[in-house]
């Protein structure tokens, strides 16, 4: 069957060292898209930190964020779909955080209303808000605004040997019904509610939004929280760089970001 959805990640997808989209990538967008193929991005970002790269692609749909907590349109500011934490978890969480010794390498990041909070601001947090280009609010206790539902919770690492340790523990205490972990990067550990994937996003996107079947849609990805996405799709498709256990389980592999993985992919659309 054709393709009419293409759906892209941002990092290590069609944004890499420079954390802008190459022209290259941004001319095969433009031509896929005046072919009336729609391209979509779903991302662990922020929204406010992913819409710079909605509006550079001109992309003319809703935008997925937080791994797909939260699709809101930006033509509209509607917000299509939103899937927060439960309280309940996110607090069993934060205590088991808190817990840890102190000098366990660890930095907690908490999003709630499109807002992130720290405890406190650190070298590492400032390294991560250059990138994402957005401002943290120090709040030192987190607990008040985790009874508030918060859209996802990431935790950070420079340790990724001891964060996959970390995850390991958390997945024993918790079911897969009550929480959705995934790693975007190697020290990127993301908590989201279950329904809060790039696939089930997607699929509300495709299926309830577009009228469209998983067969249709196109998608790209680099890492383990685009994996259900890029299974989901009816042509997935890996970066070069993304790690061994995803380029396994995918349709296909591409080039790397930096040699504009995307754009040959989408140019074989355009034949």
Known sequence: MAIRLVVLDIDGTIAGDSNQVSP????????????????????????????????????PLPLITYNGALTQDPQTGEVRRHCPLDAEVALEIWRYFVDLP????????????????????????????????????????????????????????????????????????????????????????????????KGQAVRHLAETLLGLTASEVLAIGDNFNDLDLLQYAGRGVAMGNAPEGVKAVVDEVTADVEADGVAQVLAGLLV
């Open 102 to 197: 102190e000098t366990s390498p660890l930095e907690l990041h908490c999003y709630h209303q499109d807002q992130l909070y720290v405890p406190a601001i650190t070298e590492q947090t400032q390294n991560y808000l250059a990138r994402a280009g957005v401002t943290a609010l120090e709040q030192g206790d987190l607990e008040p605004l985790l009874r508030q539902e918060p859209t996802k919770l990431l935790a950070i690492s420079p340790d990724s040997a001891w964060l996959r340790r970390l995850q390991g523990d958390l997945r024993r205490r918790l079911t897969e019904e009550q929480v959705y972990f995934t790693q975007s990067t190697d020290i990127y550990f993301e908590i989201t509610h279950p329904q809060a994937t």
């Open 24 to 59: 290259g990538v941004l001319e095969a967008i433009a031509q896929v898209q005046a072919r009336g193929i729609p391209v979509a991005l779903a991302t662990g970002r922020m929204y406010r930190s992913a819409l710079r790269f909605h509006q550079k692609i001109q992309s």
